[in-house]
Structures are given as C-alpha cells and as structure tokens.
C-alpha cells in the first residue's frame, strides 16, 4: 500500500470494562458498563495482525504519510491503525488538528531551569487546545455511528472548564446535522475567552452553579438515561483520538524516547491516560524500543491522584477530594473520570518500564503562575496547564527525580491566550485570596501612559511626532546615531 492510499486495514472494536471485564460491541453509545458502573477502554480485536509489519516498516510508512495529499490522513489519523481503525476515510473530520510543534526552551530560560526541555504547543490545535485531538476522534466516530444506524439527530452534550466546550462546539458545527452541540460550564467558573468559544460555534450553553465536577454528574445521568453522545473523557474514543499526541512526540524525536521525560497536567487524567497507552502500544509493535518516563502534575488545589500514589503501594485508598479555586482550570478537578484508567495503564507502564517510568508531582498556585509567566516571557506561548507543567518539571529536578542526561517534553495543553485574565490579575495584584498567589514583582508587566489624553488635542500630526517621540526618549534614555 502506497502512502498515498488511505489504509486497507480494518479492526473490531470493544469497549472492555476495567472493573469486570465485560465487553460490549463498538457499534454504540457507551460510557460506563452497563453491569458495574465502571469506565472503558476500547480495544482492537485484531490488534496483533499489525505485527505483520516491523516496527521500522511502520516507522517508514508513518514518516512517509508526513507528506501525504490525502486530508483524512493529515492530522490524527496519520496513525490511523493505533487509534480507530474502523472508520471509512469519508467519516474523518479534519480541521487542522494535529502535528503541532515542539518548541526548544528558549536558551536562557533553559540556563535558568537548569536542564534541557521543550514545550509541545498543543494550544495550536483549531479550538486552541489539545482536546481537538480527542474530538476529531469522536466526531468521525459519531459520522461512522450516524450512518451505520441511520440515525437522523443526536445530541452531543459535554461538561466543560472551557477547552471541551470550545472544542466540542466546533467541531459539532463544521459536521452540522445530525449533530447538535450542548455544553453544561460550571457558572463563573470560565474565562471570558473559553466561553466566547461555544457561543460563536453557535452550541446552546448552559451553565450550572458548582464546579465542574457538579456538571459532570449531570451530563452522566443524561448519558445514562437518554441518547445523547457524552463528549468528556468518559467517552473512549477521545481517549483514543489523544493517543496521537504520543505518536507525534516519538516521531518528532526520530521515534527514540528513552530518554525523554514527558510531563502531563492530569486534569481528568485523559490525557495522561491516552499518552501511556500511544505508548505502550508503539511498545508493542517495535516502533519504539523503551519508554520514556511520564510524570502527572497537579495543583495542590486538586491532587487527588498526587495523593494516591504518595502513599505506600500496600495501603493505596482512592478518595475524591474537594478542589479549592486554580488557575490551572482544566485541572481543577477533584475526581477525575479517568483514574481507573490511569491506575491500569501505570501499572502496565511501570511493568514494561520500570517503578520510576511514571509519577506524579504536586506544585502550588504560586509555583503555576509563576512559571507560565516566565515561560512567556521568553517567547512561549504556554498557558496556565503549561505552566503546571513548568513547575513540575523544577520540582521534579530539586526532589532528585530527573538527571541531567534526560530531556523534558511539557505539555502546554491550550494557548496562553485562552488564559490572559489570569495575567492580568497577576500583573494587577488583584488575584482573590482563595488562590493563594502574590505575584513576583520582577515579572510584572504594565503599559505606561507617556502623555495625557490632553496632549493628542489641538496639535497637527507632524507636532504630536515631535512630542511623543521626545516622550519616548526621555523614557527610554535613547542616544542620538
């Protein structure tokens, strides 16, 4: 098969229930198991036909797609055979997403930090964040289900921080009927530029007081009891579609990974959980030859997965906890839906691996804020989860978890852009005391108004140059060539 086909392969999918085990047929709308309660994986039946092929044939043939003509296999789907090899090339949804850069740290902030590391800018997705990666999955999963069933209108309803909500909308709006896009946000709980997202996508929003958590129970009970398509990380084919943020990071580094670290903001643990598994199955097929490691990072203000594995093997007990305000939102979740995944998947990555191939760090708001700061002031464009990420990667090298010789790949999940009100209030001193955050004074940044408004009236343009110039002079203490 020529790169330029679109793939021949098909597998049969199984959802597959991390508690007992059922399976259910991949053909229909399933969150949680129908007998216990308890979340999925999806599994490819035919999995072990790829083993046909070696890995450095399958190296080949995916550095080969890097330049394919063919637009379903542009994006995500470059890896069509690991993440949802059901789907006909006409239900694949591609809006850009995808193959975003790695970006070295800038050199004086990587002197600063002490050890060599890079950001991959997944705010560079269409909706500014990594979630497009799960919903171009989703959404070409659901075009697959429409026309399977013939199906004439289903609702898709997610709750939201804002990057779901923002991602979901737009994608439900290119694919048009029979989709229709709901999205539940946690009242005042987002930033002003999240939730002009799903406005402008045209979605009907409808917001809840509480925090996230609250509106995830909601939209699990009208999953439970209606036919609505559930677009959180409950839904395992965004699960899948988040796998190919592994693919492109192995690939991107010529598919050598031993030595990378990769640090993940855990949030509702998908996305850790989506790249432990691309990984584990690159494993598994010889396209990579060892693991890197994978670190979780999360807030102080929402750690209940730190708090997991800080205690003793033996004595482990999950428990939810009761998140307190974060500026790091998308992680401001005190039970994420994924964690029976993430305990599956680690125990599989530190087998394969090694004890220390995964791990999870706790930071502070103070440490959050202050690193996504200084990232951006040295050209970056990382937003607050990037920042999470930052200030895990400085607590993990003064714990003595990282060596020298290794290489750190931070997830800077959506663009810092998203995340501008909590600039400002970092650089106005106004953040809320709940937060817990006095901003570093060195790193602020304000504009100076160099003349009254006064100044502009009843001067020509030649003579206000003249004024406004001489008034950036004196400021900047500029010489004459």
């Known amino acids: ?76 789907f470059r890896y069509y055979e690991l993440l949802a090899p059901l789907l006909e090339e006409e239900d694949i949804v591609y809006l850009g997403e995808g193959q975003t850069p790695i970006v070295e740290a800038a050199p004086a902030l990587r002197d600063t930090v002490g050890l060599p590391f890079a950001y991959k800018n997944d705010g560079q997705n269409p909706s500014a964040s990594f979630k497009d990666r799960g919903m171009a999955c989703a959404f070409s999963y659901l075009k697959w289900l429409c026309r399977r069933h013939n199906w004439d209108e289903v609702l898709t309803v997610c709750a939201s921080t804002g990057d779901t909500s923002a991602a979901a909308a737009l994608y ?52 439970e009891h209606y036919r609505v398509a559930l ?37 509702n643990a998908g996305n850790v959980t989506a790249i432990m598994s691309g990984l584990l199955k690159m494993l598994d097929l010889g396209i990579i030859t060892a693991l890197p490691r994978v670190f979780g990072v999360q807030s102080e203000h929402a750690d209940p ?52 191939a995964f791990q999870v760090i706790r930071v502070t708001e103070q440490q959050i804020m202050d690193a996504m700061i200084r990232a951006n002031r040295h ?11 930052l200030a895990g990667l400085l607590n993990a090298k003064a714990l ?46 304000r504009p100076e108004l160099l003349l009254p408004e006064s100044a502009r009236q009843g001067r020509d343009t030649a003579e206000f140059a003249r004024l406004g110039a001489e008034a950036v002079v004196n400021r900047l203490a500029l010489k004459k060539k």
């Open 379 to 389: 050209g970056h464009i990382t937003c607050t989860q990037g920042g999470e990420c």
């Open 231 to 267: 677009l959180n990380s409950k839904n395992s084919w965004r699960i899948l579609g988040q796998e190919s943020y592994a693919c492109e990071v192995a690939q991107w580094y010529g598919w050598n990974v031993a030595d990378l670290c990769l640090f993940v903001p855990i949030g």
């Open 1 to 76: 098969m020529s790169h330029t086909d679109f793939p021949s392969y098909r597998g049969r999918m199984e959802y597959v229930c991390l508690e007992c085990g059922g399976r259910y047929p991949g053909d229909s709308l399933l969150y949680t198991c129908p007998q216990c309660g308890n979340v999925f994986l999806l599994e490819n039946l035919d999995f072990s036909r790829l083993k046909e092929r070696s890995g450095a044939a399958w190296r080949e043939l995916f550095d080969a797609r890097a330049a394919t003509p063919v637009t379903a296999l542009r994006g995500i």
């Open 400 to 445: 003595g978890l990282i060596s020298s010789h290794e290489h750190a790949v931070l997830d800077a999940t959506a663009h810092s852009l998203k995340f501008a009100g909590f600039q400002d209030m970092y650089f106005n001193d106004s953040f809320p005391p709940d937060y817990g955050i006095t901003p570093d004074k060195s790193l602020a940044n």
């Open 305 to 356: 997965v730190y708090r997991y594995y800080a205690a003793p093997e033996n004595s482990r007990h999950w428990q939810a906890v009761t998140v307190a305000p974060s500026v790091a939102q998308a992680a401001m979740i005190g039970n994420p839906v994924s964690f029976p995944r993430v305990r599956r998947l680690a125990r599989r990555f530190m087998e394969a691996g090694g004890e220390k």
């Open 172 to 223: 439900a709006a290119y694919v048009g009927a029979p989709l229709k896009s709901v999205v539940l946000l946690p009242h005042g709980k987002v930033t002003p530029q999240q939730l002009s997202q799903p406005l402008g996508s045209g979605a009907t929003v409808l917001e809840l007081p509480g925090v996230f958590d609250d509106c995830m129970k909601v939209v699990e009970h009208l999953a």
